[in-house]
C-alpha cells in the first residue's frame, strides 16, 4: 500500500477557504486518491475521489500533482459542520487481493467560528 | 434513498462468548466491507463481500467471519469474544466495491464493549 503523510491538524476559521494537504509519493500508477472524513460519534463520510484529473462534487475540489505524488483538498467555505478528521486514501480499483481502504491517522480540522 | 443501516447501536458481551452483528446496504449495492475501528489501531480493514462472496480479507484471526445474503445484507459474527474485541464496527457499501469506480457509503456503526 502507498504511504501517506498528512498534517496531524489544522485549523481554519469558519467561512474561509481551507486546503488540506496529503502527500503519497509512492502512490501506484492505478491507485485513485479517496477522501474520507469522520465527524465526532459517526462513521466515516466519502468526500471526493480521482485519479489524475482534478475533480469538483458538491462537497469538495481535489487538486492532484501532476505527478501525483500529492493531492491537496479543498473545501471552498468551510462551516462548522466541517470539523472532521480528514483521510487521504490511495486505493487500487482493480479489487483481486486489495485490503480495503487503509486509513492512517488523517488530519483533525478545526473550525474556528 | 436510505443510508447504510448497522444493528444493534450498542452491544455489551462478556468474554468468550460470541456476537453478530447486521448490516443492509443502500438499495442497488452489491459490495459490503466491514472495519473496526479502535482508539490505538484506528480504522482497519476486516473484510469485503460481493455477491455472496468474500472477496478480499484484512489481517484479523480466523475468530472474525462475516457473509452475506441474496439480497446483499451482511452479517458478521465474531466468536470466542476477548477485551480487545471492544470497538465501533463499521460497515461500508457501495455498487462494486473494489472493482469499481465509485467512493463507499459508511454506516454509523455497532459499539461493541466486551466485559
Known amino acids: 500500500d502507498a504511504k501517506t503523510t498528512q498534517p496531524n491538524s489544522m485549523e481554519s476559521n469558519e467561512e474561509e477557504p481551507v486546503h488540506l494537504p496529503c502527500n503519497h509519493s509512492?502512490?501506484?500508477?492505478?491507485?485513485?486518491i479517496h477522501w474520507y472524513r469522520q465527524l465526532p460519534s459517526q462513521g466515516p463520510e466519502y468526500v471526493i475521489h480521482?485519479?489524475?484529473s482534478n475533480v469538483n462534487n458538491r462537497m469538495a475540489s481535489l487538486a492532484i500533482a501532476e505527478d501525483r505524488k500529492s493531492s491537496t483538498l479543498i473545501l471552498h467555505r468551510a462551516t462548522l459542520r466541517d470539523a472532521a478528521v480528514y483521510y487521504c486514501?490511495?486505493?487500487?480499483?482493480?479489487?483481486?487481493?486489495?485490503?480495503?481502504?487503509?486509513f492512517g491517522k488523517g488530519t483533525h480540522l478545526i473550525i474556528q467560528p | 434513498k436510505a443510508g447504510v443501516t448497522q444493528t444493534p447501536r450498542y452491544l455489551i458481551k462478556t468474554r468468550g462468548q460470541q456476537v453478530t452483528l447486521s448490516c443492509s446496504p443502500i438499495?442497488?449495492?452489491?459490495?459490503v466491507s466491514w472495519y473496526q475501528q479502535t482508539p490505538g489501531q484506528g480504522l482497519q480493514f476486516l473484510f469485503e463481500?460481493?455477491?455472496?462472496?468474500?472477496?478480499n480479507k484484512g489481517n484479523f484471526p480466523g475468530r472474525f467471519s462475516g457473509r452475506q445474503f441474496s439480497n446483499s445484507r451482511s452479517e458478521m459474527n465474531v466468536s470466542t469474544l476477548e477485551l480487545g474485541d471492544s470497538a465501533l464496527y463499521l460497515c461500508?457499501?457501495?455498487?462494486?466495491?473494489?472493482?469499481?469506480?465509485?467512493?463507499?457509503?459508511f454506516g454509523s456503526g455497532t459499539r461493541l464493549t466486551v466485559v
Open positions: 509512492t502512490i501506484s500508477g492505478t491507485d485513485y
Open positions: 480521482g485519479l489524475t
Open positions: 486514501i490511495p486505493y487500487r480499483h482493480s479489487g483481486g487481493g486489495a485490503d480495503g481502504l487503509t
Open positions: 461500508a457499501s457501495s455498487p462494486s466495491g473494489s472493482r469499481g469506480g465509485y467512493g463507499y457509503t
Open positions: 463481500y460481493f455477491s455472496e462472496t468474500q472477496r
Open positions: 438499495s442497488g449495492h452489491r459490495s
